[in-house]
């Protein structure tokens, strides 16, 4: 079986979905958008004034281009996942749609977001952890997913209390604030950073300075990666989950949490809806962060069921997607 996955892989995330196929022995192929490159420094400089003066981005046309290059070299594919298709035009899903008789779409936002209903009428399945587009649109519910191990990986080296990393966004910052302020109060360790353009790290300094004095927050112009972001969850106790506007559905970060067996504190409150919800290892902050005390730093991990640990990791998600089982024997 032959199996392609598309995207602009931002985290690192959408390649352990290939890698996973290939154990099971599936020909499975990550287009990955985001290793495209520019061929020179004048085709850089080109694309530059064409944004300014056409409102065209060369490189967005470019990597599509990439996409239907690669697919014409491996061929006809059973399956096609297309994650978050905002990423492509109308008529280059029309054309990926034409290398297999199944194409499928993920979408790691919500509508509200990326708003690409007029591109989903090309797909024959469409998946989505957000409920109110599930509700809406008929999509099939499905959640992130754990995709760093098939087993806890307990760590026990805890060097602070509690990590949380996050792009700009005044309402979680506005949070934050709070967070922090009864952090301090409670004496707790931890590590917050904050990542964002130079013209937004002025507005930061300014902000902190102004608010709250931040002595353990780190200011980023650009973002670290994900192998630095989860030793930084290794090293924690609590791992910091704070919702964007409009967001339902569940982040990676509490699906890498519950692989690493860490604690989570979030503002998500559909999160007490799923069947790992244990107020042991899940705090759901109240508004006034009345429930924000001590004693949830102090008490232990309890390890979820087998099972439930089962339901999300990637290889069930997997199964799932791309409807394994039914192609067994085939």
Request: with cysteine; aromatic share 14%; hydrophobic share 35%.
């Amino acid at each position: 079986m032959k199996i392609s996955i598309i995207s602009f892989d931002y985290w690192n995330y959408d390649c352990h979905i290939a890698k996973n196929l290939q154990e099971k022995g599936v020909e499975a192929t990550h287009i990955n958008m985001g290793t495209y490159r520019y061929k020179n420094f004048g085709e850089k400089i080109y694309n530059a004034a064409s944004k300014i003066f056409l409102n065209r981005n060369i490189k967005h046309v470019k990597r599509q281009q990439y996409v239907l290059e690669y697919l014409s070299k491996i061929g006809l594919q059973d399956q096609i996942l297309v994650l978050n298709p905002h990423t492509l035009d109308y008529k280059t899903i029309s054309k990926i749609k034409s290398y297999t008789k199944h194409l499928i779409t993920y979408l790691y936002d919500n509508l509200g977001r990326y708003p690409v209903e007029n591109k989903l009428d090309l797909f024959d399945q469409v998946y989505s952890f957000e409920d109110k587009d599930v509700l809406e649109h008929g999509f099939e519910k499905i959640t992130n997913y754990n995709y760093l191990s098939d087993k806890p990986k307990s760590s026990q080296k805890n060097q602070q209390d509690l990590f949380y990393i996050t792009s700009f966004d005044k309402k979680r910052i506005k949070t934050l604030r709070k967070i922090v302020s009864k952090l301090a109060q409670l004496h707790i360790k931890y590590k917050i950073v904050i990542v964002g353009k130079q013209v937004w790290k002025e507005k930061l300094n300014r902000f902190i300075t102004r608010n709250l004095n931040f002595k353990y927050v780190h200011l980023l112009k650009k973002p670290i990666g994900i192998d630095e972001v989860l030793k930084e969850y290794e090293k924690s106790n609590v791992t910091l989950d704070l919702i964007r506007e409009g967001q339902e559905g569940l982040s990676f970060r509490v699906f890498e949490a519950i692989a690493l067996e860490k604690k989570i504190i979030t503002d998500n409150p559909s999160i007490i809806e799923y069947d790992f919800y244990d107020p042991q290892n899940i705090l759901y902050l109240d508004k006034n962060l009345s429930n924000l005390t001590a004693s949830f730093f102090e008490s232990p991990y309890k390890r979820l069921p087998t099972d439930i640990f089962e339901k999300y990791t990637l290889d069930r998600w997997v199964e799932t997607v791309f409807n394994l089982k039914s192609y067994k024997g085939k």
